[in-house]
């Protein structure tokens, strides 16, 4: 039994008729960070969305702890131990900032519990607790959609693109997290167009253009390597 | 010859025209009076619904007022010809300008909203009329209505009950479905179509959505007004029952069952739903419920109703050979832009938030003849919205946006397009049960000047489609596509969707064309393809103002780039400077990258 | 005079903001708009009828039944109306719920007839008697019963777990998949809550205003009425908007009772059929000078 917690082994699928993942293959172990970086376009959300559920795979496995995916319902994700946090953010903006947190959770008393963890991770996220969501800046609403996202203690958590429309300072703000939660045993999948703060919070990484995988490796050397600009504004 | 036995054995006509045949022999195979006025109400019915088909199936609204607009016609026939003894050459005439004025009058408020939101609106109409009818007892006789209606008279000569109202009505039946052929055909047909199915895809090719829906919209009530008045000659009493609910249920039925854009399906619709309570006397008084659940059964499975399903057997069981195309004609090329010094495209100082959002901060720059531009910068930068500002989708909150130095900014989307700026979408939008060289061709529609009256005078064949088509074939020719211009457009691979696209905005002979990601999706020799594609149409002055992400098929192809982030402009230049630009570059990548040692 | 008028506007407000209640919780739930609303009104008049016809009791006692009675048939409902379409333009719904709404009015028609009957009153006929001043017990029951269900509505919806789901699924239902809730229960749900609160109004008014199977269309326009005004899609909007149309229904044609001159400037406009018509009116005006009405996001406009 491979120790692998996300195996993506050869998906192709289609997303607006496009076809956006030309079979990819990556895989994520048990509590370690692993970044997506590429231009937009390049397949980063429709992978996300197709571990969700959200986007039909045409063709290949996604395994969760060896057990595959495809066939489950998007609602069966977050109590297999998936949590999201999409493009966007969309936190439910008509509930609070608690509410928004108690809604993801499974009874009411774990979750009351759950809740005071995630607001010791984000304490910024304490002090609007009875805000509605549409009042709450971009930064507040990302942290939200991440703490969202962790109520149920996710073994693997998608988090996808944080940092649009933030400003950079807010972004490295929310990206430092990331270690917070990798310490206590999620692992992270990280979606970002920031190509240098995603590869300072991740161990690992995966560049891909045009729905494939191009290169991979550890992310201090991607850092280091320095030819990343090829990948984006290559011509 | 050849052209008119083709017509007749295409799609499901042989059926149609065999039943029509059957229709007309029908009458002389009755035996009672009672059996020719059932006749004649399925003809009044018909009638009816071959006028609701303007606006509930050719536009897509669901009105909810044709039934009162029938009580209305009914009401003034009436009233004009019992209390007034006016005769029938003006009473018609008045039932049918009565219901065009109260359309025109609802029109304002409503018509602009969301198609349930109408409908519930329009059914508020219908509830106002029946008060009004049953408390103006002076005028209407108040809920007993009027009786002792004369018989239709014109010009002095009576037409009789019997068969002569059935031939009468019929007659009107025949006409309605002329008048009904004539406008839903050609381009003025094609850009009903396009309306319905895709509002901004019809707004992008220079099509006033609003104006189209307006003009069905009267023309419902029109034929609504008529059937009235024909009913009140025909039953020779009106009351408020003319105008209650049931009428527009049985309306409403007619045109779901037979098919909501078909005539065949209208007197098909018409003929089985005024019979059903005859064929059921059982049923007696649960026929409505009936109607009800075959307006449900008839919603989920089949709601294009019963004319659309055979033309999917039809099409199933035994396809069509294809026709022959038109032969391509020269495009009359890009039209003549002003003075030939000065950019083309003018963008002064553009603002636009969306609530706390910044999305545009002060964009100035411009495009000149014939150049191609670039557009990149990261997801979320103001790309698209820029895009739309200047298609005026969306309006800007201050700044000026001008075309050959005439502002456009505060124009509606129609015509912006009308005045020279085409452009494609980043999800394709073609209409897919439509042909290709058709969904190409309807962009033509501004610049044929078509509209409601010259598709009603047209010939047997609308010339302007005919010239539409014509000059849409040598679009396909020039994007290299014209061997699927048959094809429907849904049918077809996402390359060659983009390049149908791309021919559709050129029918606009536009000095300006935006592409919004056009070479998404396509593989690598289609980028190639569509790249010396454009560079040909700059050549020939059309400017292009490209966005895009993919950097191996924009950098080759852009003259000038410009970055937007953030709704910021950080840098402008030639495609060589803006990729080393350090404020690009970080916004890409986060931080400015290293130089290798 | 004037309280007694004030009351009897402040009973139909109530009854129509549970109607309108409704309709918005199924509206905000399916982005549908449930034509039938009306017509449960009607048959949840029918059901309290025929309740009674069994078993005499007050109306408060039967409420509870009708109600659940009401909710099963909601959630039948949307399996018939809204889930075999959920994936098509919304304005199919709208064509199913109509096409049901035939079905249930004529229905209605067939076992019942057309005549107008009577249903029972929440405790009785009758008046009370509270510091010189007579108002009707079953005014005075409506306006109670009312607020207690809109509180009770309140607290479903705010404070409990259910209740978030709901109202999450009204507001994202993707995202509301995402971290896993059923949605198709929680619409269907929604539906059946929609009708339970229908079904209230519907006994409720089925005393003072009788019921025949027509009422439906009636019931539903100013259920729509009161969403314009309120502001389409907002809960309070449209409570507010169900007060203002019964205000208005009640208080106008009863002007000349408070001011006896205006009986004779125009006899005409103070009756009911025209204050009907001035309501509809106004309503046409509202959507073209305020779509958005008082608390509402700006109502979809067309491209």
């Known amino acids: 039994m491979s120790s692998k917690l996300l195996e993506i082994e050869d998906i192709t699928a289609r997303y607006a008729q496009i076809q956006a993942l030309r079979g990819v293959s990556l895989f994520v172990d048990q509590g370690e960070a692993v970044a997506l970086i590429g231009a937009n376009g390049a397949g980063k959300s429709t992978l996300m969305k197709c571990v969700m559920g959200l986007v039909a795979c045409e063709s290949g496995f996604v395994r969760l702890d060896g057990e595959d995916l495809a066939r489950r319902p998007v609602s069966h994700r977050a109590a297999l131990g998936v949590g999201y946090s999409p493009e966007g953010r969309r936190i439910f903006p008509g509930l609070t900032v608690h509410e928004n947190l108690l809604v993801a959770s499974r009874d009411n008393d774990d979750g009351r519990a759950r809740a005071e963890d995630i607001y010791a991770i984000f304490p910024a996220l304490r002090q609007k607790t009875g805000e509605l969501g549409w009042s709450l800046s971009g930064g507040q609403q990302q942290m939200l959609a991440i703490g969202r996202a962790l109520m149920l203690r996710p073994r693997l958590l998608l988090l996808d693109e944080p940092s649009l429309g933030l400003s950079p300072l807010l972004t490295t703000e929310v990206l430092t997290h990331i270690q917070t939660i990798t310490a206590s045993g999620t692992a992270v999948l990280l979606a970002e167009q920031n190509v240098h703060k995603a590869l300072s919070v991740s161990h690992r990484a995966y560049v891909i253009k045009l729905g494939r995988v191009v290169k991979t490796s550890v992310s201090s050397e991607l850092l280091a390597g320095g030819d990343l600009t090829d990948a984006f504004l290559g011509a | ?520 999706g396509l593989n690598e020799t289609e980028q190639v393809d569509l790249a010396d594609r454009l560079r040909s149409f700059a050549r020939s002055g059309l400017a292009i103002l490209v966005i895009e992400h993919n950097m191996p098929f924009l950098m080759p192809l852009a003259e000038r780039m410009a970055c937007l982030d953030h709704g910021d402009l950080i840098a402008v230049g030639a495609p060589a400077d803006i990729r080393v630009d350090p404020l690009v570059v970080e916004a890409y990548l986060g931080l400015p990258e290293k130089t290798s040692a | 005079m004037l309280l007694q008028i004030l009351v009897n506007a402040l009973a139909l407000g109530a009854s129509y903001a549970l109607l309108a209640l409704g309709f918005v919780l199924i509206l905000n739930a399916t982005s549908a708009v449930n034509f039938t609303h009306g017509d449960m009104v009607m048959a949840a008049g029918y059901v309290a009828i025929a309740l009674f016809s069994i078993v005499p009791v007050p109306g408060a006692l039967l409420l509870p039944l009708v109600m659940v009675a009401m909710a099963v048939l909601g959630f039948v409902f949307s399996w018939f109306a809204y889930f075999p379409l959920k994936n098509r333009p919304p304005v199919s719904v709208f064509i199913s719920t109509i096409a049901l709404g035939i079905v249930f009015q004529n229905s209605a028609n067939a076992i019942y007839g057309a005549e107008p009957r009577k249903g029972p009153p929440l405790l009785s006929e009758g008046l009370f008697e509270v510091a010189g001043i007579t108002i009707g017990k079953q005014a005075l029951g409506i306006v109670v019963v009312a607020i207690v269900l809109i509180l009770a509505q309140h607290l479903l919806l705010n404070r409990t777990g259910i209740g978030r789901k709901l109202r999450a699924t009204a507001q994202d239902r993707q995202m509301a998949e995402a971290i896993g809730i059923r949605v198709n229960r929680m619409i269907a749900l929604t539906f059946a809550l929609g009708a339970a609160l229908a079904g209230a109004a519907g006994l409720m008014l089925s005393n003072t205003f009788f019921v025949t199977p027509t009422d439906g269309t009636n019931y539903i326009i100013k259920a729509y009425i009161a969403v314009t005004i309120g502001g389409w899609g907002s809960l309070t909007g449209a409570v507010c908007g169900a007060l203002i149309i019964a205000l208005f229904e009640v208080l106008f044609p009863s002007l000349p009772l408070l001011i006896p001159p205006l009986e004779a400037i125009a006899p005409w406009l103070f009756t009911q059929t025209a204050s009907t018509i001035l309501l509809y009116l106004g309503l046409l005006a509202i959507m073209f000078f305020r779509p958005q009405g008082l608390f509402g996001e700006r109502v979809q406009r067309r491209v």
């Open chain 2, 1 to 520: 010859m050849n052209a008119a036995l083709n017509w007749s054995i295409s799609g499901v006509r042989p059926l149609l025209i065999l039943g029509g045949v059957l229709l007309a022999a029908w009458p002389m195979l009755m035996s009672s009076a009672y059996e020719l006025r059932i006749f004649t109400i399925v003809g009044i019915y018909a009638l009816l619904a071959l006028g609701y088909q303007f606006i509930f199936g050719h536009s897509g609204a669901l009105a909810l007022t044709q039934g009162s607009f029938f009580g209305v016609g009914a009401y003034v026939t009436a009233v004009l010809s019992v209390k007034f003894a006016l005769g029938g050459e003006l009473t018609v005439l008045l039932s049918m300008a009565l219901p065009i004025a109260l359309a025109a009058l609802i029109a304002a408020p409503v018509l602009r909203l969301e198609s349930h939101y109408f409908a519930l609106a329009t059914l508020g109409v219908g509830q106002v009329l029946v008060l009004v009818a049953v408390a103006w007892q002076e005028l209407t006789g108040g809920a007993n209505g009027l009786s002792g209606i004369p018989g239709l008279t014109l010009f002095g000569f009576e037409v009789k009950k019997g068969y002569a109202i059935m031939a009468a009505v019929w007659a009107c039946v025949a006409a309605g479905a002329f008048l009904s052929w004539r406008i839903t055909r050609g381009l003025y047909g094609a850009a009903l179509h396009i309306s319905r199915e895709n509002p901004i895809a019809a707004l992008s090719v220079g099509i006033d959505t609003a104006k189209l829906r307006y003009a069905m919209f009267l023309l419902s009530a029109m034929f609504a007004g008529l059937a009235g008045a024909l009913y009140a000659h025909t039953i020779r009493v009106v009351s408020p029952e003319a105008l209650e609910f049931p009428i527009m249920v049985a309306c409403l039925t007619i045109t779901v069952v037979g098919g909501r854009t078909h005539i065949a399906g209208a007197i098909l619709g018409a003929i089985l739903i005024v019979n059903l309570p005859e064929w059921f006397r059982a049923m007696d008084k649960y026929y409505l419920i009936a109607y009800g659940v075959t307006l449900l059964a008839m919603i989920i499975a089949a709601p294009y109703g019963l004319i659309g399903l055979l033309e999917q057997w039809r099409a199933k069981l035994w396809p069509e050979a294809p026709r022959r195309m038109p032969k391509a004609v020269p495009l009359l090329s890009l039209r003549a832009t002003g003075p030939a010094f000065g950019p083309l495209l003018e963008i002064r100082d553009v603002h636009k938030r969306f609530g706390g959002l910044r999305a545009l901060n002060g964009i100035t720059l411009t495009v000149a003849r014939g150049e191609i531009f670039g557009l990149i910068g990261p997801n979320g930068s103001g790309k698209t919205t820029l895009l739309n500002v200047i298609t005026g989708i969306y309006r800007a909150d201050s700044g000026s946006v001008s075309l050959d130095g005439a502002a456009i900014h505060a124009l509606p989307s129609f015509a912006i397009a009308q005045s020279g700026i085409a452009r494609t979408f980043q999800n394709i939008n073609l209409v897919d049960e439509m042909s290709v060289l058709d969904n190409v061709a309807v962009a033509r529609y501004g610049l044929e000047n078509a509209g409601l009256g010259q598709t009603v005078a047209a010939g047997w064949s609308d010339p302007a489609w005919q010239r539409a088509r014509s000059q849409a074939m040598s679009l396909l020719d020039a994007l290299g596509v014209q061997s699927v211009a048959q094809s429907a457009a849904g049918t077809l691979a996402h390359g060659l969707k983009r390049k149908v696209e791309v021919a559709r905005a050129l029918a606009l002979e536009p000095k300006l064309l935006l592409l919004d990601e056009p070479a998404a």
